[in-house]
């Protein structure tokens, strides 16, 4: 029986079609190992959304290439679709694939290897066209996947024992169907899981999604990821963002307003080109005042497709990296604070790995004694089906909270 090893770059929607890919390889016969060495078969799914993802991608293939087994090499993903992007001294003896599909037959999976939690894709596409980002020349074609094979695909995760469901896509809230729409009909599905709704555009949270949250906190997690970018109305109007900050605070307001519990995450790009220090400092202040709980801190990276690429007044490394530092200062507070404020409560919690679990608000806890289940007071393993952890969900006290 030949072997083959997958290795995944970025984002959740490529863990997603790796799943794809390896239940494709399988249903032909082919045995999945979790070395390369032992390989006959290595497919790279890549990422190319920062310069460091094309440079782990490249990294990643010249050490297979020199592999002694000399295994077949397929490369596939955002990659290969970023034409600025200089392969030549990479590709050698390497067969590139531009259409990922041709990988996979169909576009649902029965569940997620070496994960308790379990994605589910959505949609495809975006064509916002950032003036930083390089994902609409690489994932231009808006797709989106059935209600009736979404409901589907999450009853067999459920019944496969995924207690916890993300809901993710290049852009969901593009879903054509209305993400709303889709959300009140998964909830109706008789099986206990919760969804989580993975990262949203703030123009694409409605009021029926914000009723539906607030009305079933059982079955959908009160935690959203809305990606802000900056705080600065300057540079969001050179990053050519849907909104500015004030745009941003009213939706967020009346957002809270009506779930008070909720769990807010983001996204910040510090050091975009011609981002003054009074830029930055606006940023920082208005981070400050929105009741984020934590955030992702990229440094801009060039990608020579985008329109940004061609404005001036790029800033330094060492002003970029200085910024970060001060960004980051401001989210181990905010972070900080969120966790002592949840020091003592119950939470409801998934399990992750061995020892942890992740709670409906996006805190990820290790199990140090026991949890209680709906059931019974339970140990720390918890049973597994199909080598997937399975259990419902269960509550969890916090006893005490660490950033590190």
């Known amino acids: ?22 239940e494709k390889f399988k249903s032909d016969n082919f045995e999945q190992v979790q070395k390369p060495q032992k390989a006959d078969i290595i497919i790279v799914n890549s990422c190319t959304v920062t310069a460091k993802a094309d440079k782990k991608c490249k990294y990643f293939l010249k050490k297979i290439t020199k592999l002694q087994n000399n295994p077949k090499v397929l490369l596939t993903g955002c990659i290969v679709k970023n034409k600025s992007v200089n392969m030549k001294d990479t590709l050698q003896n390497i067969k590139i694939i531009t259409d990922k599909t041709k990988l996979f037959k169909k576009q649902t999976v029965l569940g997620l290897d070496g994960h308790s ?12 066209f950032c003036s930083y980002c390089i994902v609409p020349y690489v994932r231009n074609f808006l797709w989106s996947k059935s209600e009736e094979e979404v409901l589907i695909e999450t009853k067999n995760l459920a019944q496969n024992g995924y207690s916890e469901i993300v809901l993710t896509g290049i852009n969901i809230g593009e879903y054509s169907y209305g993400i709303s729409n889709l959300i009140k009909k998964i909830i109706k599905i008789p099986l206990k899981f919760r969804i989580r709704i993975s990262s949203i555009e703030l123009n694409k949270i409605d009021d029926k999604l914000i009723e539906l949250m607030q009305k079933n906190p059982e079955k959908i997690c009160h935690h959203l990821h809305i990606p802000l970018q900056s705080g600065s109305n300057e540079i969001l109007r050179r990053m050519n963002r849907q909104y500015l900050t004030e745009d941003f605070e009213t939706k967020i307001n009346k957002i809270i307003q009506f779930l008070p519990k909720l769990t807010l995450t983001t996204d910040i790009i510090t050091g975009f080109p011609g981002e003054t220090k009074k830029n930055h400092k606006e940023t920082c202040d208005f981070i400050k005042k929105i009741p984020f709980v934590k955030f992702h801190i990229f440094k801009y990276s060039n990608r ?22 001060e960004l980051f200062e401001i989210n181990y507070k905010k972070k900080t604070d969120f966790l002592n404020k949840n020091i003592g409560l119950i939470k409801k919690a998934v399990k992750i790995g061995n020892d942890k679990a992740l709670t409906d608000n996006y805190i990820t806890t290790k199990l140090l004694a026991k949890c209680k289940t709906n059931k019974d007071t339970s ?13 419902s969900i269960f509550d969890i006290k916090i006893t005490k909270s660490s950033t590190i």
Do not use: W
Request: hydrophobic residues 25%; proline residues 1%; aromatic residues 12%.
């Open 117 to 128: 939690r379990a994605f589910l894709k959505i949609q495809d596409g975006c064509n916002n």
């Open 1 to 22: 029986m030949k072997k083959y090893y997958i290795h995944t770059l970025g984002c959740k929607v490529n863990q997603y079609e790796s799943q794809l890919i390896s």
């Open 379 to 391: 140990n720390i393993m918890l049973p597994k089906k199909n080598n997937r952890y399975q259990d």
């Open 304 to 325: 020579y497709i985008t329109k940004s690429s061609t404005f001036k007044n790029k800033i330094s490394y060492d002003e970029i990296k200085s910024r970060s530092k």
